[in-house]
């Protein structure tokens, strides 16, 4: 079983559905079991695989592999291709037939139906052959070609008198007779012109159209008109191999360009007579054949002769691990043009820096290796036939990590093209009227900072500020919320000139300087029994030290600290050292900060923010265990107290009936394909897998979000009016598994609540925080050590086998609204307030 | 307390580099005494005691004692010269009340505490770090690495270290002589630069110590068998062993494919990597004009081809005959190419070269 499987995959290397399907139109099955056919059947039909390989005539050059019974293409990557065992281009039934008749019969089998005798057939045949054969195929692909006959009635005789063209040009000769009956073909002039142009068709005498004598036979043709001392001067390096120039030129040499005598441009014939070049017939026979007696024009050779090594064998081993499908999808001009992918690429794409598949990168490997650049060779070939064997790397080490850590950079420089709000001045004056006239009657302010403004942006935190506004509004509390005019990834301190944007209950007031906002909030008389709340979600992009100024002036009663990311830490929010891998907030001097893109700054950041702190009475807010306690451990930061108040509690309802288990498994990735969100692991499993029939990918995002082909893309779009969007259409499809694989700990997951409420177990790492918490805690997931378990666990049975328990028993959950700071003042309201 | 004396050789175009091995050591080793080895003389705009400023003592080449030092130094290229001189000032550091001695190349950064190395030297007396300590497999690799050691040296001679006793100033003395003799890039000839000699050295001396910590000398030649990582305290760790120091040599195109070529999918090896050729790129250098190099050029100006150098250290009697070979002036050495052969004054002098 493993020797049938081994043989399949090999040769699948080389295996042209695209060709086989166009090729052979009689034998109606899907291009999935294209390859199936050829390693069962379709080479003892005498089929070929793609358009470099002619399997007849490797069984008939090399009897030896026709008596092993080996698959000859098999034989051919197996061992063939080491001993230098010649192969032809494929006989192609459509191009073959419309150099004879002047138009392409595609479907040989077909017509020589009524021509096959069946049981006559298989008795000629010279062994025993399975009953899967098609005798027909056999029949019209190679075994006129071994000179068997269809019926008892033929004759060889019969054919050398009637089509000897269609021998010539290896076309089956009873198909050329069928065409003659029908009165579309008329071989008297042909058969003339060949008498007169000198070929040699006596020889067809035998009651076998043997391909060795066949061969033979052309060679003598061509050894009537080729010129051996032309060919060994112009071609130097055979003259210095030895090798006997007819022969070269014969089997190899017109495919490199080379000139059989002075007078003939192999070139030129192959450019004026693109038929020719199609059927891949050796241009000079061609000519001495039928060419000449047509009147076909030739060019004398050029003088200074191309030494150029590409050949079939060369090309066959490009196309070994060339996928047409890339190489078509990467490049549409080549769709237009109609030429050869894999010609193409081995001629052309590869000085045009193209590359052959996704595994391999042209313009790295030949910038890596200089030998192969400045030796002029095509870099997938020597990667194929050398470079492998010897190490080298067919693309830039290191991947999609490799590529986030080029793109790495400081946070300034990260957010230097961040444009600042469009919103208008505010003067002070309008503040003052603004923040007065609402106040009156309320019970209080809340004045809240984040990065960004939360009505212009859509995001988890800025939906969660939006639920906030709304909670403190209910209870007759004015919102007003900050953020810096220009965002930025970094906070700052004496900075000439600081603006904020303001917004006050849901309404952009405009931007002003904060030192002019910090006097009128300073200056406003509120009530004394008129509560204030300063509220914290994000210290990124404001100058710490104005902020200190602008809470000194309002004076809270509370103050609130919220740690929806590891800012208090680093500037890195993320905690990923060179956005690549989880830190673990390390000491400030270590060698991870030295190397980190967010190190230089670090120090000085975490000076701000303690002096930030340092008499603020802070009560620090996670949204998760996971999130406090990392906090904890790393906090440095003086504060009233610190605790953990969720955005949203799960409660089990009832699930879904128990539904028969079927195939496929439905992964999928929810949300904006980003590296810190896992989005390049979930992408390499869906590469890996994308094509495996247990599994279907699925990748749930807003409108216009870049995706993946093998991925079905769900249009999920999640706004503070439709906050259970995800949640409903995770259920709506079914989604067994969401891939969760942030490289760092989220402090708290909406998305992880939405799929777990949905029936989805996450996969998620074990550095995930909250995520892998909830997995664990709810028994709904698989926490991995690292990526490697993850491909492990689609490559076994264990996902198939996880998804039939979820589908056995799938549980949904309601989300319950935790709410917000505004829930906070509740819990502490006879404390405080 | 151990007095630890540690220094560097280089020319003022590497003085980036060296700035930053003097600034990396310091955050570890405060107390060590760090030393410029020049081997040059300052550019007019430059202040060498406020370029040098990151050591805590400089020392001119020519100041080291050398027999008829601008004859000698005439026949060495850059590289040649930066080598040619670490045996004499090494014997000169251990002439003073120096424990023990250092030696690093300038294109190196430290990035942990030293101490194991200097507690080797408790027990032995001279440490060196192979260029590979783990043996590879495939033939490509063996190639660019094992094969080029032969050639050009098992120890890398970014480092070595010496402790203050007999066998360690034995090996300084004997060191010093051999490159006074031949310090060239002549590995036809079994020499490349000061490095080959150490071949020499476990059969010469005693107590010399291996140093095969996986954490010591990383770099692109011993990259195909260390990973680096990095711990939840921010270590770098290279095979499970704090990353003591990485040697960042060729910081070009060149360097930077074959750090990627041998990292492959370790991708924390860039990190280190990147990090380097950032931070020197951050360290300006006002005063020191691109490619400078005071024995570079004769004196009237003209840059001294290899061939020019090669030709003379070749010739005794030149070498008699023409003392200063930098100077220009009347009888001189240029004078005597200019006429003689004056294929040597031109850029690459690789044709006189080749002749001889």
Known sequence: MTQVLGLREFVGTAFDADFYEAEYPDLGIPKSQMLDHFCEVGWIEGRNPNPYFDTTSYLITHRDVAISGMNPLFHYLQHGRYERRKIVPSVRPAARSNLLFGFPVVDWVTPLRGVVDADYYKTALPELVSNKIDLVAHFAFRGWREGLLPNEHSSIAEIQSAVPKAVALLVNPFLALLEVEKGTYQPENEKDSLETSGANLNNFQSAKVAETSFANDEISLLAEEFDPDFYLRTQSDVALAKLDPLEHFFYTGWREGRNPRADFDTNFYLFSNPEVREAGINPFLHYIKIGRAEGRLTQGAKTVESLGSQDAEQILLVSSEFSVQYYMSQYTDIVESGVSAVEHYFYTGWKERRNPNKNFDSTYYLEANEDVRSAGLNPFWHYLIAGRAEGRAPVRPGGYRRRILDAAKDPIARSQNYAPSSGKPLSMKLLRQHLSAILSGKSGLVIALSHDCYVQVIGGTQIFIADEERRFRAKKFAYLQMSPRKPQLATLDDVSVFEVQLVLDGKILGFCELDNATKVIGSLCLKADCKRIFVIHSLLGFDLDRINSLRDNFKPDRSFFWLHDYTSLCEGFNLLRNDLSFCNSPPVNSIACRVCVYGSRRGAHLNRLQRFFENGNMEVVAPSEFTLKLWQDKNYLKHAKAFVHPHWTLTLEAGPPKRKFTLPVKVAFVGYPSPSKGWETFAAIVDEFGNDPRYKFYHFGAKGVSTLPECEFVTTEVTPRDRMATQRLLKEYEIDFIAMLSPWPETFSYVAHEGVAAGCHILCLKTSGNVAALAERLSCGKVFGDTKSIVSFFQTKAAVISAKNIRKNRKYYVIEDCGTSATLIESFAEEVL | ?356
């Open chain 2, 1 to 356: 307390m151990t007095k630890i004396q540690c220094f560097t050789s280089f020319s003022f175009s590497y003085l980036t580099r060296a700035i930053m091995l003097a600034r990396t050591l310091k955050a570890v080793h405060p107390d060590w005494q760090i030393w410029a080895m020049l081997v040059d003389e300052p550019p007019p705009n430059l202040d060498p005691d406020v370029a040098l400023a990151d050591f805590d003592s400089y020392i001119y080449a020519k100041d080291l004692g050398f027999p008829n030092f601008s004859s000698w130094i005439f026949k060495h290229d850059i590289v040649e010269a930066c080598t040619a001189v670490k045996g004499q000032m090494m014997s000169h550091l251990l002439n003073s009340d120096a424990d023990k001695v250092f030696y690093f190349d300038p294109d190196i950064a430290i990035f942990h505490p030293l101490d194991s190395l200097v507690s080797k030297l408790n027990a032995s007396s001279i440490l060196l770090t192979p260029h590979q300590v783990d043996a590879n497999s495939a033939e490509g690799v063996i190639r660019d690495n094992e094969i080029t050691s032969l050639k050009y040296g098992i120890f890398n001679l970014g480092f070595v270290a010496v402790k203050n006793d007999t066998s360690g100033r034995k090996f300084a003395n004997w060191w010093a002589k051999q490159l006074y003799i031949a310090c060239y890039d002549e590995v036809e000839n079994g020499i490349f630069t000061d490095q080959k000699w150490c071949d020499l050295v476990p059969a010469l001396f005693d107590k010399v110590k291996v140093e095969r910590d996986p954490g010591c000398n990383v770099a692109s030649w011993n990259l195909s068998t260390r990973r680096i990582s990095f711990n939840d305290k921010g270590v770098a760790l290279v095979n499970g062993s704090p990353l003591k120091f990485y040697h960042y040599t060729k910081i070009n195109a060149a360097g930077d494919l074959m750090t990627e070529k041998y990292a492959g999918d370790n991708v924390e090896i860039l990190e280190v990597w990147n990090w380097y050729k950032k931070a020197i790129k951050h360290i300006h250098m006002d005063g020191i004009p691109s490619g400078y190099w005071s024995y570079g050029k004769f004196n009237n100006g003209v840059k001294i081809s290899k061939g020019a150098r090669v030709f003379y250290r070749n010739r005794p009697d030149l070498m008699k005959a023409f003392s200063d070979p930098f100077h220009t002036e009347g009888n001189s050495y240029f004078n005597w190419i200019r006429q003689e052969m004056p294929e040597l004054l031109s850029e690459s002098g690789k044709r006189g070269f080749e002749a001889i």
